[in-house]
């Protein structure tokens, strides 16, 4: 299979919408199976993201908890650290992309520290495993013979 394809330094003007738009998509064909993608070069606007329904609401609270350390509260305000990253409005916020640099490892770790439970029933499940043996096996085995047996009678 051979695909077509363009490579090179391209400077786009247009409505900053627009703009936005060819950058979240990308340009050309087979865009949904990852080709045209797009990388900006020199000045970049900040990413201004709505609030919306509330899902999306959630979404954008979850992004700002897994970045707690890019904002304080001020009163009942919030109040960004470094508005190169995050700017912070009324109804909406704005980000730079450099605040996806090392973000999972930012959402695992509050993850981790959010639902830490997982951790220790993980290690409990691993102890009940390692503690099985053929023994036990057996008498698993004799007990639900015995059920079968009584369902069948």
Known sequence: MYITANSGIFK??????DL???????????????????????????????LGDWLYNAGIVGFLRINNHLWNIKGEELISKDENLLKIGDNYIEIDRKIFEGFTDRFFNYAFNLYGKYHETLKKFQTFLESLN????????????????????
């Open 12 to 17: 786009l003007k247009g409505h900053t919408e």
């Open 20 to 50: 936005q738009t060819i950058y979240q998509i990308g340009l050309g064909n087979r865009t949904g199976q990852g080709f045209g993608i797009v990388e900006v070069f020199g000045s970049w606007k900040m990413e201004k993201i709505y």
């Open 134 to 153: 053929d023994e036990t096996f057996e008498s698993i085995k004799s007990e639900f013979e015995n059920i079968i047996k009584t369902i069948h009678s």
